[in-house]
C-alpha cells in the first residue's frame, strides 16, 4: 500500500484535487464520471468523491430546497461537515491508497468553500485543477434536470411535477450566492477550465502539468450531452462470397440491396445533424455512398491486415 508524505514542498508528481464547480444540473457528475473513467483507463488511478451522496448517508429525511437556503444555518453545518468528510476520504485516498486524481465533485459555489479545499490542498501538498460548467442555455438544463435530477434518492415517491418544482427552487438558492471562478482578476493564479454551454466555448487558465494538460484535452473532446451512435457492418463483399477473410472488393448484389435497405433504415430515425464515419475500404465506403449523406473515411477503422501464407488468404 502506498504512501505519501505529506507537509513538505509540493513535488512534481504531487497528487491532483479536482474540484468540480457550477450550478445544479450542469452536468458536474457526468463530466467527472466520464474524467475518471478516462482517467483510470489511461492508468492514472482516480476516484470521484460526490458530496451530495455524503449529505444523503448523513441527512436520512430530506424534506426540500430550504435545506440548500443560504439562511438555514443548521444546513450549512451539516453541508460544510459532508464536506470535510469528502475532503478527509480524499486525503486518505491520495495519501495512503495510492490515488493520484481524486475529483472533488460538488457545486463549490462560493470562494469561501472553494477558499477551503485550496487550503486543504496546501497543507497536504496536493496540487488543485478547477473545473467549471456554465450553461445559461434552458433547454440544456431542462434536458438534464428531467434525464437525471428527477430520478435522484432525494425525490423517491415524489412526482414529477413536485420534484421539478423543488429542484428548480434549489437551482435558485444556488444562483442567489453563485460566484463564478474568475481568471482575469480574483482566481487569475488558479488552473482552471472552464466549459461554457456544453463544450461551445472554453477558457483555460494557467495548466501546470502533462496531467492537467491531458484533462484539458479531454474535456475540449468529449460530448457532455448524451447522443446515439449507431455501429453498423459493411453490406456483403465479393470477398465473402468467396470465403476470402480481408482483401478490399466491392459490394456484392445482396450487399448493395443491404446498402439500400440501410438508407431507408437511416431516413425512417429522423435523424438530425448524422455525421458518419466509414474505414478506407471500398465495401464500406460504397455501404455509406448509398445513404446519400456525408461521411469520412478513417484509415483507423479499417479491420486488421489479414495474414497471407502459402496455402491461399487466411
Known amino acids: 500500500m502506498a504512501h505519501r508524505r505529506v507537509g513538505g514542498p509540493q513535488l512534481a508528481n504531487s497528487p491532483t484535487v479536482i474540484v468540480m464547480v457550477g450550478l445544479p444540473a450542469r452536468g458536474k457528475t457526468y463530466i467527472s464520471k466520464k474524467l475518471t473513467r478516462y482517467l483510470n483507463w489511461s492508468g492514472v488511478p482516480t476516484k470521484v468523491f460526490n458530496v451530495g451522496e455524503y449529505r444523503r448517508e448523513a441527512v436520512k429525511d430530506f424534506s426540500s430546497f430550504d ?80 434525464e437525471v435530477k428527477l430520478s435522484s434518492p432525494d425525490y423517491k415517491g415524489c412526482s414529477s411535477k413536485e420534484a421539478l418544482d423543488d429542484f428548480m427552487k434549489r437551482i435558485n438558492c444556488y444562483k442567489n450566492m453563485y460566484e463564478p471562478l474568475d481568471p482575469d482578476h480574483h482566481d487569475r493564479d488558479l488552473s482552471m477550465i472552464i466549459v461554457i454551454d456544453v463544450g461551445r466555448r472554453f477558457l483555460v487558465n494557467r495548466v501546470q502539468d502533462h496531467i492537467q494538460s491531458k484533462i484539458v484535452y479531454y474535456l475540449m473532446n468529449i460530448h457532455v450531452q448524451p447522443r446515439c451512435i449507431y455501429l453498423c457492418r459493411a453490406g456483403e463483399s465479393e470477398s465473402n462470397l468467396k470465403g476470402k477473410i480481408g482483401g478490399d472488393s466491392g459490394l456484392s448484389q445482396r450487399g448493395k440491396k443491404f446498402a439500400v435497405a440501410l438508407k431507408k433504415y437511416i431516413g425512417d430515425q429522423n435523424l438530425k445533424e448524422l455525421k458518419v464515419w466509414t474505414s478506407q475500404l471500398k465495401r464500406t465506403i460504397q455501404t455509406a455512398e448509398a445513404l446519400n449523406v456525408p461521411y469520412e473515411q478513417w484509415k483507423a477503422l479499417n479491420e486488421l491486415d489479414a495474414v497471407s501464407s502459402h496455402h491461399g488468404s487466411v
Open 67 to 146: 435545506f440548500f437556503r443560504a439562511d438555514n444555518q443548521e444546513a450549512m453545518k451539516v453541508r460544510r461537515q459532508c464536506a470535510l468528510a469528502a475532503l478527509a476520504d480524499v486525503k486518505s485516498y491520495l495519501t495512503v491508497e495510492g490515488g493520484q486524481i481524486a475529483v472533488f465533485d460538488a457545486t463549490n459555489t462560493t470562494r469561501e468553500r472553494r477558499a477551503m479545499v485550496i487550503d486543504f490542498a496546501k497543507e497536504n501538498d496536493f496540487k488543485v485543477f478547477f473545473i467549471e460548467s456554465i450553461c445559461d442555455d434552458p433547454s440544456v438544463v431542462a434536458s438534464n434536470v428531467m
